[in-house]
C-alpha cells in the first residue's frame, strides 16, 4: 500500500490536539493520525511501513500486544474513509452491483437475527460494493451499530465507522433545530406531532441516529397549517420554491386542498410540513384521533411527540409502498416494529393493502419476527407477488419519480396506489384534481377566483399535454414542457 494525501490544513492547539476541516465538519485527530498526516507529502506518496517508522519516532511503540504496523493500517484506513489520504489499493468492479444489493440484503438479515455468528462478504462481493450498495438503500447507521458481528474488511469497517460518525454530527444538528422549531410552535399554542426522521429513529431503533440524517417531517392540524407556516417562516425556514403562498389565493386552497405536505428549508435542515399523512387521507385517522395517542420520545434529552407504534407501523408501511419498495432503510423500519410487541397493543384498524404488503416484504427479506401476530405470515403470502420486481428496482436503483414519456400513464399509476392505500372516493377526486391542476401551473396565480384561474391552467395543461404526446409518438424525449422537479428535491438536502 502507498498513501498520499492532498493539500489540507491541519490546526494543532496549545493542548496538543490536532484537527482538521473537511466539508465544512472539524475533524479531531488522534496522537498516531496527526503523526500520520505529517509524515505524508502533499506531493508523492509514502509507503504503509514508512508511515509507520515515522509515526514510531514521533509518539513511540504502541504497547503490547500490539504491532505499531497494525495499529497505523488501522488508522490509515480511517482517514481514508474520511477522505484525508488516498491509498492506491484497488478495488473490485462496479461500486454497486446486483450481487452486492443481494449481499446487503443478506447482511441486514444476520443482524436482525439473533445468530451470534459474524457474517462474511459472499465470493465476488467487495467490501466497498457493500458500502456503496448500503448507502444507496440508507441503511449505513444500521451496519455501523452491529459492526461488531461483520466481518469485514479493515478498510470497509473503517469506511462504515467514518460515514456514520458524519451523519451523527449532522443529526445533532437537526436534533437542535428540531428543538427550536417545536419550541417556536408550543409558544404560538399549535399542536405538532413530529414523524419519520428522528424521532422514528428513537421509536423503532432505539437509537436516535440509527436512521441517519433527512429532513424534518412535522404534521399539523389542517386548520393550523397556515398559523405554522407563518411560525416556522418567522423562526428562518424559508419557503421551497413551487409551492404558492398562504392566503387568499384560489392556487393556495387548491393546494391545501389536494396536497398534503409542502417544504421549508433553513441552512441546516428542511421541514416538510404536513396537514395530512398521506395523500391517502382516509387510510389514517384524523390529526385529534393521532394527537390524542401520540407517543413520546426522548431525542438527545428533549421529549418529542410522534406517531403511536401502531400509526408509524401503518404510515411506515405507507409510505415504503408510495417509494415502490426501492430502499431498504424503510423496510428495516418496518422490520423493526413489527417485531416489537407494544406495536400491536394499539391495533385499532386493519392494514390497508400497501401496508401489508410492506410488512410481508419485510418479513420475506429479514425474517419472521418472534411471537408474531398471524397477520404476518398472511402478509408474507401476499408479497410473494410483487416479490420479484421488487428485487430488480433494488437492484437496479431506477429513480421512482421518473417522468413517463406516454401522457395519463402516471396518473393511471397514481390512482392504482391510492387504491392499495385504501383511498376514499374523495381522496381519488383529490388526486385527479390535483393531476390537472398541479402547483408547478398555478402557484404563480394570484386571483382569489376559480373562474379566472382554472381556464387560464387548463389552457397551458392541455398544451404541455399535446407537447408531450406528440414526443412519444415520435419516439423523442420530452422538451421541457413537463413539470419540473418536486422543490423538495432541488432545495438543499441533508441526506
Not at 409502498?321 to 432503510?329: E, F, L, Q, Y
Amino acid at each position: 500500500m502507498r498513501v498520499r494525501r492532498g493539500a489540507l490544513e491541519m490546526v494543532r492547539d496549545e493542548d496538543g490536539t490536532s484537527t482538521v476541516l473537511v466539508d465544512g465538519q472539524v475533524i479531531a485527530l488522534s496522537e498516531v493520525a496527526a503523526a500520520i498526516l505529517e509524515a505524508t507529502p502533499l506531493d508523492g506518496a509514502v509507503s504503509l511501513e514508512q508511515l509507520t517508522d515515522a509515526v514510531v519516532a514521533s509518539v513511540g511503540r504502541p504497547p503490547a500486544p500490539l504491532e505499531a504496523l497494525d495499529v497505523v493500517q488501522h488508522q490509515v484506513h480511517d482517514l481514508v474513509a474520511h477522505r484525508l489520504l488516498v491509498t492506491d489499493e484497488a478495488t473490485a468492479g462496479a461500486p454497486v452491483t446486483a450481487a452486492s444489493v443481494a449481499a446487503l440484503r443478506s447482511c441486514l438479515r444476520h443482524v436482525m437475527s439473533p445468530s451470534p455468528d459474524r457474517w462474511s462478504l459472499p465470493d465476488g462481493v467487495s467490501g466497498t460494493q457493500l458500502l456503496a450498495a448500503s448507502e444507496r438503500h440508507r441503511v449505513t447507521p444500521t451496519l455501523a451499530r452491529s459492526s461488531d458481528r461483520l466481518a469485514l474488511p479493515a478498510a470497509s469497517a473503517a469506511g462504515l465507522a467514518a460515514v456514520d460518525r458524519q451523519q451523527s454530527a449532522t443529526v445533532d444538528l437537526l436534533a437542535h433545530d428540531l428543538a427550536r422549531v417545536l419550541d417556536r410552535l408550543d409558544h404560538a399554542g399549535i399542536r405538532c406531532i413530529c414523524f419519520k426522521g428522528l424521532p422514528l429513529a428513537v421509536q423503532a431503533h432505539g437509537d436516535v441516529a440509527a436512521r441517519g440524517t433527512g429532513d424534518l417531517d412535522l404534521l399539523v392540524p389542517p386548520a393550523d397549517l397556515e398559523r405554522a407556516h407563518r411560525v416556522l417562516v418567522a423562526a428562518g425556514w424559508s419557503p421551497a420554491g413551487g409551492y404558492p403562498s398562504p392566503g387568499s389565493s384560489w392556487a393556495w386552497r387548491h393546494f391545501v386542498r389536494t396536497n398534503n405536505e409542502l417544504a421549508l428549508v433553513s441552512p441546516t435542515s428542511m421541514v416538510d410540513l404536513h396537514w395530512h399523512l398521506g395523500p391517502a387521507r382516509s387510510a389514517f385517522p384524523d390529526f385529534d384521533t393521532l394527537w390524542a395517542r401520540r407517543a413520546w420520545v426522548d431525542v438527545l434529552g428533549r421529549e418529542v411527540p410522534t406517531l403511536s407504534p401502531y400509526d408509524a407501523l401503518a404510515h411506515s408501511a405507507s409510505h415504503a409502498a408510495k417509494d415502490g419498495w426501492h430502499w431498504m432503510r424503510g423496510i428495516v423500519d418496518v422490520h423493526r416494529l413489527i417485531a416489537d410487541p407494544r406495536t400491536w397493543d394499539g391495533v385499532d384498524r386493519p392494514l390497508h393493502q400497501d401496508q401489508l404488503l410492506t410488512v410481508g416484504l419485510a418479513v420475506r427479506m429479514l425474517g419472521m419476527p418472534r411471537h408474531a401476530p398471524p397477520v404476518l405470515a398472511e402478509a408474507a403470502e401476499q408479497a410473494a407477488r410483487v416479490w420479484d420486481a421488487t428485487m430488480r428496482r433494488q437492484a437496479t436503483g431506477a429513480a421512482t419519480h421518473q417522468p413517463t414519456r406516454v401522457p395519463g400513464l402516471a396518473l393511471v399509476r397514481g390512482v392504482r396506489a391510492l387504491r392499495w392505500a385504501g383511498a376514499s372516493r374523495a381522496d381519488l377526486w383529490h388526486h385527479l384534481s390535483h393531476s390537472a391542476l398541479p402547483e408547478w401551473l398555478t402557484y404563480q396565480e394570484a386571483s382569489p377566483h376559480a373562474a379566472v384561474v382554472v381556464p387560464r391552467v387548463l389552457g397551458r395543461r392541455a398544451t404541455a399535454f399535446l407537447q408531450r404526446a406528440r414526443a412519444a409518438r415520435a419516439g423523442e424525449p420530452s422538451d421541457g414542457h413537463s413539470p419540473p422537479r418536486d422543490p423538495r428535491d432541488t432545495a438543499a438536502r441533508l441526506s
